[in-house]
């Protein structure tokens, strides 16, 4: 079993910061990527950024110059620095992880932890 727990969400003002974490355990294996979509009401899940084993990060347009992922591979945590928020980036922000434990791929997802964007 994979546990994902994230944290950080909350309620800021437009322009403002967050920092969320998102700390994987259990039965891991090898980390293969680790990253954060995010899902608004009413529309699909979408990518926000990720970060491979070796540090290749893939960050989606919309957010890019303002969003920052990073991890701590000792810690098996992937951190997504929010800044300049916009009301627009309100959504469910969602930690996901794929790992290889022996020969077998898996994908695991986290809760996820709320941030709303007030104007």
């Known amino acids: 079993q994979v546990q994902l727990v994230e944290s950080g969400g909350g309620l800021v003002q437009a322009g403002g910061s967050l920092r969320l974490s998102c700390a994987a355990s259990?039965?891991?294996?090898?980390?293969?990527?680790m990253g954060w979509f995010r899902q608004a009401p009413g529309k699909e899940r979408e990518l926000v950024a990720t970060i491979t084993s070796g540090g290749q990060t893939n960050i989606a347009e919309t957010v890019k110059g303002r969003f920052t992922i990073s991890r701590d591979n000792a810690k098996n945590t992937v951190y997504l620095q929010v800044s300049s928020l916009k009301p627009e980036d309100t959504a469910v922000y969602y930690c996901r992880l794929i790992s290889r434990l022996y020969a077998d791929t898996g994908t695991y997802w986290g809760r996820g932890t709320q941030v709303t964007v007030s104007s």
């Open positions: 259990g039965r891991i294996g090898s980390i293969v990527t």
